[in-house]
């Protein structure tokens, strides 16, 4: 289908991440999110995947979409590859998991290395990471146990998240993770600001994974149910992909589908009702893993219209990725 025009990526542009305030004193990790361009509607994409391919999109479908956030599910043992043959033109993000960052403890260090690395590859000026952990007993599990809610959690999360930015060189976002049950006493949206005061970062938002939350605590029919808990202007990221709404004896779930079907319509209402809300919004992901070209390229064009309409001034100006 045929893409609306977009501005063409100008002069490859450096992320400050050795940047100094006027101060001379160092950025912090948010501060260098606030002080990174916008970098406008772009697509999440495993950098292991055939489809969509991260070299078709580049090849083809340049104008389709303004960024890429790459996954590599955690893996640093075969990333040198993909990671380090982008092109200088491209914007980028880093999506990394297995940091398990809402753990009672730090993951082992040679997963904080991994995370350095493919940073020190993909040049991105940010690393996204779940509030969720991968690893149980040391093993990678196909699904994301999320954050438990409640006031330890949040203490050892903040440590943690201190920690590992600490060792990590570009600013880490953590981001809400789905929610199929909840456990614990404290509102995500409370837990989210908490998170980000704390540990003095931004964070990204998922509005299905939010939705999914909601669906939890009995608010699926208000989906912003809460938003004026949550500090707005710590919200770097937002992220929006496909997922299939169930229904079982007690109410309704959501199942994460990325590529593999459309962006729920309750997902696109909280966009269109947050995305004016958001005075440090820099980035929007739509995450596509399993989805053909054309299907990506569509929902970039879905949410490219919808932010038109409701946040003109959400435009990128040029490529953004780090030294
Ligand atoms: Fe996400």
Redesign the pocket.
């Known amino acids: 289908m045929t893409q609306p025009a977009r501005p063409s990526p100008a002069t490859p542009h450096s992320a400050p991440d050795s940047a100094k305030a006027s101060s001379g004193k160092p950025l912090s990790a948010f501060e260098r999110c606030l002080a990174t361009p916008i970098l406008g509607v772009g697509l999440g994409v495993d950098v292991y995947d055939k489809r969509p391919s991260v070299a078709t999109l580049i090849k083809k479908h340049r104008a389709g979409f303004d960024f890429l956030e790459l996954y590599t599910r955690g893996d640093a043992k075969f990333s040198d590859g993909p990671l380090s043959s982008l092109p200088a033109d491209l914007s980028r993000t880093y999506h990394h998991e297995g940091l398990d960052p809402v753990g009672p403890g730090l993951p082992p260090e040679d997963r904080i290395q991994g995370c350095v690395k493919n940073l020190g590859l993909c040049k991105a000026p940010w690393c996204v990471e779940e509030l969720a952990v991968r690893h149980i007993n040391g093993r990678y599990t196909d699904f994301f146990f999320p954050a438990l809610l409640n006031k330890d959690s949040l203490k050892a999360t903040i440590a943690n998240l201190r920690a590992l930015q600490a060792q990590i060189p570009a600013p880490l976002l953590p ?1 809400n993770a789905p929610y199929e049950f909840v456990v614990g006493d404290m509102h995500l949206l409370d837990f989210l600001r908490e998170v980000t005061h704390g540990a003095d970062c931004g964070c ?1 938002l ?1 509005l299905g ?1 939010l939705y999914s939350y909601q669906l939890c605590v009995g608010h699926g029919d208000d989906p912003l149910h809460g938003i004026e808990k949550m500090d707005l202007s710590r919200i770097i990221e937002v ?1 929006l ?1 496909g997922a299939r709404i169930e229904k079982y004896s007690k109410g309704l779930i959501y199942r994460d589908l990325h590529g593999a079907g459309p962006i729920p319509e309750p997902s696109l209402a909280i966009l269109r009702e947050l995305a004016p809300r958001l005075p440090n919004l820099r980035a929007v992901n739509i ?1 596509v893993e399993d989805a053909p070209e054309n299907r990506a390229l569509e929902q970039v064009a879905q949410v490219r219209a919808i932010l038109r309409e409701v946040r003109p001034d959400y435009v990128p100006k040029r490529t953004v990725h780090a030294a």
């Open positions: 981001e990204v998922d994974h992220h992909a995450e």
